[in-house]
């Protein structure tokens, strides 16, 4: 079997997009900092699209934290790697394959660091793009003059440094930076850290100044599904398919959002969104926020808990259920749609609510649903809980399908045994962990209380939630009954007479 690289020819009828060869004479725009397959699912394909076209015409140099890894493969395959696009889209299923030529080269910050700061110095860069991960912006004391610094923050920084010397100052020199790491306003916080680095390492105040002026550090949002390295199984038949062996080969869902914050010069210098509608560029971009946080996160969150339960290992699963099905959909557009704490047009919601139930129903991403349990407390708090004050606020009355989600999280949360420090749930004879911060509190709570008086005192609990949720009219006494429901019935049971009550009231 052949290995990918610039030189590739494929086998006759093989279904592979192939970069031009003129692409990868393009110049070097981007610096990254990351070689994640989330990066490679979504910026760079998207860089990799608009070059296709003509638009962007830039090239990507990455830089890798560490040696070895996917460094020597991107290395041995000429910076190419094969994204495998699977999901559905209006209903009807895609798959695509596309071999990715917008990376140029990958340096290894560890033992090539001085290549990344002669980058630094280059005309053509425009843009800096990164992925460290959420614990990766972070403020770290450290001489920015290491080789190199330690923190992606410092070595952000260094490169600034350096191309602030290497063109004295010029204010037509700063970058665009686009961070991609998932929290909240990740450009306000990367440029606060960097400004308070810069102060900390005696940087003058002419660089400062430059640094503030000159540079756009701009929030983003990206959302897509991009698992990675498939198992040994769907990859050998992918490179079967393709006719080549890709070590880098990555499989992605069809649904793509880039959203950037940023004005009319950012607009002009990331030039590529106009390849492709996914990427949006406006100077506010907490509606697309709000709507993955509230739809797609808070529709996770709420049906985890009653999804694992219902014997549901992962999304696929419970989107091929019936009832379960049916709980996300009226879920998702009867009750968070609605509560949404932003004004949201409401064809713009809906339609976003079709496209997060497509992508729960994609067959080619296997989405645990014990995964999504992971910190449960603090996701419920942060993703559903606003929704929830809100939807009363404007409608005044209980949100049943959540309030059976919430008795669900109650459900999942009943610890029965502990070992090794981690809390186990036990549902049909068969143990799980419960990965939560809150499992003793809440494994103290059933060992003691009944299931009317654990919900009462779990909504009462200001601390977890900001709020006595228990004032809510008829929520408390709505999560006891569904609570009470799960426990002597279990989740499908539960399930089943829940919509079938409901049928029964529309007959």
């Known amino acids: 079997m052949k290995y990918l690289s610039q030189e590739i020819e494929l086998l006759p009828g093989t279904a592979v997009s192939l970069p031009a060869a003129a692409q990868f004479e393009l110049p070097e725009k981007v610096l990254q900092f990351g070689t994640g397959v989330l990066l490679r699912g979504l910026p760079d394909y998207l860089i990799d699209k608009a070059n296709r076209q003509g638009i962007f015409k830039g090239r990507i140099v990455v830089v890798k934290s560490t040696d070895g890894g996917d460094a020597t493969a991107f290395a041995r395959q000429d910076g190419l790697y094969t994204l495998c696009i699977r999901g559905v889209e209006d209903g009807q299923p ?89 929290i909240p306003h990740n450009g306000d916080k990367l440029e606060a850290i960097v400004l308070e680095l810069a102060h900390r390492n005696g940087l003058d105040s002419a660089f400062l100044d430059w640094l503030e002026a000159a540079n756009h550090f701009c929030n983003s949002l990206v959302d897509r599904i991009v698992p990675g390295h498939p198992d040994r199984e769907t990859y050998n038949a992918l490179n079967e398919q393709l006719g080549y062996d890709d070590e880098l080969l990555t499989i992605t869902e069809a649904y793509k959002l880039w959203a950037i914050e940023g004005n009319e010069h950012v607009r002009e210098v990331l030039s590529f969104h106009q390849a492709d509608p996914g990427v949006v560029i406006r100077p506010d971009i907490d509606l697309f926020r709000e709507l993955k946080l509230r739809l797609l996160n808070g529709t996770h969150t709420l049906s ?147 299931p009317e008086e654990l919900t009462q005192t779990v909504l009462q609990n200001q601390v977890m939630w900001g709020h006595d949720l228990a004032k809510l009219p008829g929520f408390a006494a709505a999560v006891s009954h569904y609570l009470q429901q799960l426990l002597d019935q279990g989740a499908h049971a539960t399930l089943a007479a829940y919509f079938s009550k409901k049928a029964s009231l529309v007959a």
């Open 304 to 450: 985890c808990g009653l999804a694992h339960l219902a014997g549901c290992e992962t999304v696929r699963q419970a989107m091929d259920d019936e009832l379960m099905a049916a709980f996300v959909h009226n879920l998702l557009l009867a009750d968070l749609l609605p509560g949404i704490p932003y004004r949201v047009d409401e064809k713009v919601g809906q339609r976003f609510g079709m496209q997060v139930l497509d992508r729960f129903r994609n067959p080619y991403i296997e989405h645990r649903w014990l995964a999504i349990t992971l910190q449960y407390s603090l996701k419920m708090q942060m993703r559903t809980i606003p929704t929830l004050l809100h939807y009363y606020r404007q409608l005044g009355q209980v949100p049943h399908y959540f309030a059976l989600g919430f008795a669900a999280y109650l459900r999942f949360m009943h610890g029965v045994r502990q070992e090794g420090g981690v809390w186990y749930g036990e549902a049909d004879g068969q143990l799980y962990p419960i990965q939560d911060e809150k499992a003793a509190y809440f494994a103290d709570l059933w060992a003691r209380l009944t």
């Open 94 to 182: 895609v798959e695509e394959n596309v071999v990715c030529g917008a990376i140029s080269r990958v340096i290894p910050a560890k033992s090539q660091w001085h290549k990344v700061l002669e980058f630094a110095a280059s005309p053509d860069l425009q843009v800096v793009i990164s992925n460290t991960t959420e614990i990766g912006i972070q403020l770290v004391q450290e001489d920015i003059h290491l080789s190199p610094p330690q923190s992606f923050p410092g070595k952000l920084l260094a490169v600034l440094y350096a191309r602030y010397q290497a063109f004295y100052g010029d204010e037509t020199k700063g970058l665009v930076i686009v961070p991609t790491e998932l």
